[in-house]
């Protein structure tokens, strides 16, 4: 069973909603997928033991082979080659290692290397087995950490990927083979705008999903309207607490401190687990 | 000499387009006679990447110079590979950039005007 925790807007609560399910879970694969700020990490006392360097293909040139005929520039849908007149210019970083421009010069003069993006590191805490992927300061590529993480902890067990924020593609990779997702919100306008982005995504994708409202004030009701509007299902509504939100700011999830709510994620894994959801 | 300037206007009389990836179109401008053709910037709709695409045209136009208002840093790094002279931060209509360029008024740019933005 794969369970995405996405959001949208940033900040609304995916890693308090991915960690309390982690938290009451027997045994669970808990995977950081926002790898250009993870922070599931900070919860379970750190990131733990380096399990392996990612990297990726990058483009380079057989300047001796080269005609500088410009076809691999035309090609490259990541503007990553320019061809002038005395060289071949790659920007490495934009370069999504597609293999186009290998295909498509006439002179085999295209070859690769391997070029490092970021880190995969695996803390064992509990019943928690938390992977976290760490994108170099610098890269703008996060997806093909997130596609290694995935294939490093198989599809076995329960698996809680906790997204990254947005609709754009490392949150794409995130969701798209999940089993059922969690969309996280805040009542707000920003929250709520980019709920309807995330859930247009969500069913672009054709993955079951539900929603839970985080620091809840029952104060917007234009939430509601548009929940109800759209038959989407909410799941949990997390109030706006000083002591939760105290709690956090201390690196401690609010599972471990109240038994109450330790009950309540119980009842939501349980939910969402047993497919009693849609 | 021969310059691109980007814009979004169709002649000497448009402004100087500040975003240089993701501009319109360019007009490439003979300084000498004033004559000039519009290219459509094929850049402007990629994801990521428009800067090098974008120089990549300009650069195919067989250009000496580029007038611009903003310049991110691998467009920069194009044109600089290529020897073309980057006039940034420039405002105001393509006439008039094209005077201040002829009359020697207008600094060369010496590095990029901002940093990379990845498609943001």
New interface residues.
Partial sequence: MRIAVASGKGGTGKTTVALGLAMVAEAVTLVDCDVEEPDDHIFLGGRGDLVEEVTIPVVRVDETACTLC?EC?RV??????????D?V?V?DE?CHGCGACGIVCPVDAIFEERRRIGEVWLRERGGIHLYTGFLDVGQ?LATPIITRLKALVGREGLLIYDSPPGTACPVVETVRDADHCILVTEPTPFGLFDLTMAVDMIRELDVPFDVVVNRDRDDFPDMDDYLRAEGIQVLMRIPDSMEIARLYSRGVHFVEEMPEWRERFSDLLVKVIGGGVR | MIIGIPTSGNDLSADVEQRFGRCQRFLIVDSGTMDFHVVDNS?LA????????A??QV??EGVEAVIAGEVGP?AY??LE??NIKVYARVTGTVRDALDLVRSDMAKGADGPTGP?R??R
């Fill in positions: 410009g520039a490259c849908a990541y503007g990553a080659i320019a061809v002038l007149k060289q210019m920007v934009m703008p | 850049a990629m994801g990521g990447g428009a800067g090098v695409r120089a990549q650069v195919d691998k790094e194009v590979r290529a990379a990845h498609g």
